[in-house]
């Protein structure tokens, strides 16, 4: 089983911010992540797809960069809106399996 | 517009059994793969089982094979999940998701609102 290993777990950010989120594979996927927003009580929202891929609909601050085993997704100038967990995700091979999750709290 | 809507959740007991549904619409159903993930409470998301286009292959955490069983229905645009002798550790929110693929998964491009089942006694 592929295990995805994020970092931060946790970051306490200021709006205007720029915000980094690690994720680690344990062994290659290629490009196959993608990166998730969860708010509370609400189901997960698709962000970045293929690593790097922009989503239609998803503000141009989210941006995905990395291959291989290394992987990042970063927002630029942090809005109050972006309070949330992120999640990465592989696809490259059974089980699927995603990230232990990055809470953003916006002070 | 695009809607998944589960249904089906409940509580039961251990060694119980639930069938869960989601009901998709907005979209061609049987051009799509389907996802179930779940989410224990607090906890974080955890892929269950995929189900291709058109039912020929599924795929299971290992966790849940021989006890889930994920089908569906094409001209009822309804996914399902049967799951049998439930554990407390299968306690969460489960969620369905469309995959933009139509057999080998790509990701899960739109999730429903879930639905939660609690195994306990």
């Known amino acids: 089983e592929i295990v995805l290993t994020q970092s931060p777990d946790f970051q306490s950010v200021t709006p205007m911010e720029k915000v980094t989120i690690t994720c680690r594979a344990s062994?290659?996927?290629?490009?196959?992540l993608h990166w998730y927003q969860q708010k509370p009580d609400q189901s997960p929202k698709l962000l970045v797809k293929?690593?790097?891929q922009s989503i239609s609909g998803v503000p141009s601050r989210f941006s995905g960069s990395g291959s291989g085993t290394d992987f990042t997704l970063t927002i630029n100038s942090l809005e109050a809106e972006d309070a949330a967990t992120y999640y990465c995700?592989?696809?490259?091979?059974?089980?699927?399996?995603f990230g232990q999750g990055t809470k953003l709290e916006i002070k | 517009q695009l809607q998944l809507v589960e249904s089906g959740g409940g509580v039961v007991q251990p060694g119980g059994s639930l069938r869960l549904s989601c009901a998709a619409s907005g979209f061609t159903f049987s051009n799509h793969g389907m996802h179930w993930v779940r989410q224990a409470p607090g906890k974080g998301l955890e892929w269950v089982a995929f189900?291709?286009?058109?039912?020929?292959?599924?795929y299971y955490k290992k966790s849940v094979e021989g006890r889930f069983s994920i089908s569906r229905d094409n001209s009822k645009n309804t996914l399902y999940l049967q799951m049998n002798s439930l554990r407390p550790e299968d306690t969460a929110v489960y969620y369905c998701?469309?995959?933009?693929?139509?057999?080998?998964?790509?990701?899960?491009?739109?999730w429903g609102q879930g639905t939660l089942v609690t195994v306990s006694s």
């Open positions: 062994q290659s996927i290629g490009s196959t």
């Open positions: 998701a469309k995959d933009p693929c139509s057999s080998n998964t790509c990701y899960s491009d739109f």
């Open positions: 995700h592989q696809s490259s091979s059974l089980p699927y399996t």
């Open positions: 293929y690593a790097s």
């Open positions: 189900i291709w286009y058109n039912g020929a292959n599924k």
